[in-house]
Structures are given as C-alpha cells and as structure tokens.
C-alpha cells in the first residue's frame, strides 16, 4: 500500500513538472536532432574517402589485382609482402625516410619555435613578420617545388650566388642530380616550407604561459637563458608533444617534392614509401602491390606513434 501511494505521489509530482521544464527538454532533443545534422556529412565524407578506401587497400593487397585487367583478382596470400620485402626499392625507401624524419624533426621543430620566440613580442611591425613566416605554408607545395627546382638547377639561383660570394672560385653541384645532395636539398626545402606552420602552434602555447612567471623571474634577476630553460620550455610540453607528432607523420609521408622534384632519384636516392605506392598503383598499375606497400606503411606509422606517444606520456 505504502508503495502504490510512493508511486502515485511521484506520478502526480511528473504531472505537476513545470511547462518550462518540458519545452527545456524539447529544446534539448532538437539541439541534439540538429548536431547529428551537421554531423552527418562529415562522417559520410569520413567513410567514403578514408574507411572505405583503407578497407579496400587491405582486401586488395591479398590479391594479385592491376588497374586494368582482362582478369578477375585472385586470391595469392602474402605474394604482394614478400615481394615488398625482396624488393631493394622498398628497403631504399625506408631508409631515406628514416633519414629525412631523423633530420627534419628537430631541425624544422627548431626552426619553428625560434621564429616563435622572436615575434611573440608587442613591438611595431611585428605583424608583418608573422605573415612573413607564414606565407610559405599558405603556397601549394606543388609551387614551392617547383620554384626551388628552378633554384637548385645547375645554372640556378644557389649556385649563381655560391660563384659570386667566392669569386668564381667555387661552382655549385646539380643539387637535385647528385646522390650525395638530393635528399639534403629536399630536407631544406622542406624545412623552409613548413616550419611558419609549426610556428603557429608554437606560438599558441607560448602565449597560454602566464605572464606571472616571467615577472617574477624578472624581479631574481633570472637570464634570459634560464627563463626559457625553467619556466618556457616546461610550459611547452603537451605543444612540443603535439609538434612532435605532427612532424613526423609529415616526415613518414614525404610525397610532393620527391614526386615534382625528383621522381625518386638519382638511383633511388630520394624515393620514399609513399612515392613508391602511388608509382606501384598508377604508373605500374599494380594496385594490389600498391595496397600491401600502403598496409605497410600504415603499420610503420602506428608504431612510431606509439613509441612516440609512450616516450612523451605523462610521468608519475
């Protein structure tokens, strides 16, 4: 009886719920309606142009399956990977993007955080620095190669200005031809190209540092050197944790200049894993080779982000 008389009274305090209550909730259901909304095209994208794709990329690399074929695909097993593997190419590859990661992580991150530093001021003009530095990111890749293949010709701009500075004395290598010189050629364009990009999250996390810091450090008489060792850097880390990252998923997937600039040589000196994939797939029309170099590459990239997020996780 006590029960029946709890439920009623709960039924009728319901009944009494305001009316402002339920036009809340009504609110509510609709703003949650609208979100999935504007949501839904996002994941259908999402779907379309990376689920899908990665799924057929698996299912093919276990196949033996060309661009234009006059025969079905067929079932071969693990044919495609140990080919990849025997395959000298691939292994030149690896290589040179282990040696373009390796270089261009530090030295771009570098390069980015001091710009970082000298216009994260409030003096005159420093306004048309930042989009000075910027303005490289904001030009297609396909450009900036471009320009810098013109530059780096053996009667270029480089070597135009290396026989002037010495007086004719010293005549520049053909940069882009030379297997010692390529890939450091691609590395400093790369460098020039991205780093205003990284510059701005930089930027962002010096600029959530509180100012409260640097006053008291100003009032020891603390160095310019220890403000930045003991209060800056520290502050930067989930920003250096994410420049990190982002730097060498760039690196790992190193394409447009090595397709524009050097098509993979000289004698593979500059092909990467990903420019070896497109070539197996659209070149070669070989899509099922293409697919298992593109599994591989995926695998490659999941570890190195997790070794990388194990190195930079939190410390207890």
């Known amino acids: 009886m ?33 979100g999935w909304a504007m949501l839904a095209p996002a994941v259908l994208l999402l779907i379309l142009f990376v689920v899908v794709p990665a799924l057929l990329a698996f299912g093919l690399a276990f196949t033996n399956a060309r661009l234009l074929a006059p025969y079905a695909p067929s079932f071969v097993g693990m044919d495609n990977f140990v080919r ?24 771009q991150s570098g390069v980015a955080l001091g710009m970082a ?8 003009g420093v306004n048309f620095f930042r989009t000075l530095y910027f303005l490289p990111v904001v030009t297609s890749m396909v450009v900036v190669s471009l320009l810098w293949l013109f530059i780096y010709r053996q009667d270029g701009l480089l070597n135009e200005i290396i026989a002037r500075v010495t ?24 460098v020039w190209q991205a780093a205003g990009f990284h510059m701005i999250i930089w930027l962002s996390g010096l600029q959530t540092i509180p100012a409260d810091l640097y006053e008291a450090a100003a009032i020891d ?5 220890q403000r930045f060792r003991f209060i800056t850097w520290p502050s930067l880390r989930p920003t250096r944790n994410l420049i990190l990252v982002t730097i060498t998923i760039q690196a790992l997937s190193l394409f447009t200049q090595i397709n524009v600039m050097t098509q993979g040589g000289p004698l593979d000196s500059t ?29 490659l990239v999941l570890i190195v982000s997790g070794v990388q997020r194990y190195l930079t996780r939190e410390k207890s």
């Open 84 to 107: 990849l593997f025997q395959d000298e190419t691939f292994w030149h590859s690896l290589l040179n993007v282990a040696y373009f990661a390796v270089v261009v992580v530090p030295l």
């Open 117 to 124: 530093l000298l216009i994260n001021v409030k003096v005159r």
């Open 271 to 299: 092909s990467t894993i990903v420019f070896q994939a497109v070539r197996a797939g659209f070149q070669q029309q070989e899509t099922s080779y293409a697919s298992a170099i593109s599994l591989v590459f995926f695998v």
């Open 167 to 190: 007086f004719g004395l010293v005549h520049g290598p053909d940069w882009l031809n030379n297997t010692s010189t390529a890939m450091p050629a691609i590395i400093l364009m790369s």
């Open 2 to 34: 006590a029960v029946n008389q709890s439920l009623d009274r709960v039924a009728v305090r319901q009944q009494r719920k305001p009316a402002s209550a339920r036009r809340s909730g009504a609110v509510r259901r609709r703003e949650q309606a609208l």
């Open 221 to 225: 008489g603390v160095s310019g050197w």
